[in-house]
């Protein structure tokens, strides 16, 4: 699916694009919202999941590769250097 196309979808749709068409690459914490990434064909999506009640309150979609910065801080490499 295009990213033009995903953007137009109601929520519910996107939640099942998500979880059926993309692949999940990592996870983190971010202060109230654990926030999950999915990649999709050309594409990014992150959803926010609220901690409390564990609910999708927010997904935001970005191609642009400078935005997995703080995935890509997580990646420990120090055995790769040894």
Do not use: W
Request: one cysteine or more.
């Amino acid at each position: 699916m295009k990213l033009s196309e995903f953007i137009l979808l109601e929520e519910a749709d996107m939640k099942a694009t998500v979880l059926h068409e993309g692949v999940l690459v990592a996870k983190r914490n971010d202060n109230d919202a654990l926030v999950f990434l999915f990649q999709m064909d050309d594409y990014y999506v992150e959803t926010f999941c609220n901690l409390s009640d564990k609910m999708v309150r927010e997904y935001r979609v970005f191609k642009d590769v400078n935005t997995l910065s703080p995935y890509l801080e997580t990646i420990r490499i120090d055995e790769l250097l040894s």
